[in-house]
């Protein structure tokens, strides 16, 4: 079917896949629980626009310039790890006293900034676009005349597959987070917590490897 092969094992290896702890993981439990359930709602839309943009690149053959070319791949590191530790900063130094309300979350940017942000903290992580490039072919058959539809079909199950486990993240995320929010400065603490994680996966990326 569209040129691809064993596919129940392709959805079975990304349902394992995503429920793996890695950068989106964080990133999305980070924005849940210090900014609530609309932040980590638009969070995964963001990021998982990334994964198709990631998929169309894959499946356009762009991603082999990030393989094949060091200085390509390090630009687009470097930048994706700056993005995070900008957002971290911003987190740790955002003084809105609504964060200590109780009962709610901290404030949020817009939704559709957050939706942004979301796309770009996954556009920039040169290791995802090279994860597309080497896994999803090897589920397409060689033989194949179609080369840009089986990326593509294969692209959209992994992205329901992930936006399913991420959006069960997100209300796992801000139901636990709830249980603290009725407490003195808990808003505050939570966007501390966050913004050193989202530092943390920036220095992370910053000095990952492409292989």
């Known amino acids: 079917m569209f040129g691809i092969h064993d596919f129940p094992l392709f959805v079975l290896s990304c349902i394992l896949l995503n429920i793996t702890p890695g950068q989106d993981t964080m990133y999305i439990i980070g924005r849940s629980a210090a900014q609530g359930r609309q932040a980590g709602i638009m969070s995964v839309l963001g990021i998982m626009t990334g994964v198709l943009v990631h998929t169309l690149l894959a499946a356009l053959g762009l991603s082999v310039i990030l393989a094949t070319s060091s ?65 999803l072919p090897q589920f397409i058959s060689p033989q194949s005349e179609l080369v840009f539809l089986p990326f593509m079909v294969l692209g959209l199950v992994f992205f329901t597959t992930g936006s399913i486990w991420c959006l069960f993240l997100v209300y796992g995320a801000d139901w636990l987070s709830g249980r603290f929010r009725g407490r003195p400065s808990a808003g505050g603490v939570l966007k501390k917590i966050t913004g050193a994680l989202f530092i943390g996966l920036g220095i992370r990326l910053a000095f990952s490897q492409a292989g």
């Open 71 to 135: 200085l390509a791949f390090s630009v687009i590191k470097y930048a994706g790890a700056g993005y995070l530790i900008w957002l971290g900063v911003g987190f740790i130094m955002n003084r809105d006293d609504r964060s200590a309300l109780p009962d709610a979350p901290s404030s949020a940017p817009s939704p559709w900034k957050i939706f942004q942000q979301g796309v770009l903290t996954n556009v920039l992580n040169p290791k995802v676009a090279l994860f597309f490039l080497s896994f």
